[in-house]
Nanobody, 115 residues
Framework: QVQLVESGGGLVQPGGSLRLSCAASGTFFSIYVMRWYRQPPGKQRELVAAITSSGSTNYAGSAEGRFTISRDNANRMVYLQMNNLNPEDTSVYYC?????????WGQGTQVTVSS
């Protein structure tokens, strides 16, 4: 079992930055692929970024060059640094821990980009 708690969301102006954090509890955190998803209002949840246990990363096209995912296995933390935010990034952001046939989700944190 893995429990995930996101934090760091809020209101930011266009062009601004936010850093989301995901705190994990439970066993074997380091073996999970950790992902950030988001769900814009009225739309389906979409993958934003992923990081493997060894640190390999992958980004959605909309996040490439602006967002950075990282993890700290020793402290069971995952981060999403988001720069140059625009209104289209407004969403609830979710942390996900993934292994084959297993997914754990956090409760989400709201990010609103508006002037």
């Amino acid at each position: 079992q893995v429990q995930l708690v996101e934090s760091g969301g809020g209101l930011v102006q266009p062009g601004g930055s936010l850093r989301l954090s995901c705190a994990a509890s439970g066993t074997f955190f380091s073996i999970y692929v950790m992902r950030w998803y988001r769900q814009p209002p009225g739309k389906q949840r979409e993958l934003v970024a992923a990081i493997t246990s060894s640190g390999s990363t992958n980004y959605a096209g909309s996040a490439e060059g602006r967002f950075t995912i990282s993890r700290d296995n020793a402290n069971r933390m995952v981060y999403l640094q988001m720069n140059n935010l625009n209104p289209e990034d407004t969403s609830v952001y979710y942390c996900n821990a993934h292994q084959p046939f297993t997914d754990y989700w956090g409760q989400g944190t709201q990010v609103t980009v508006s002037s």
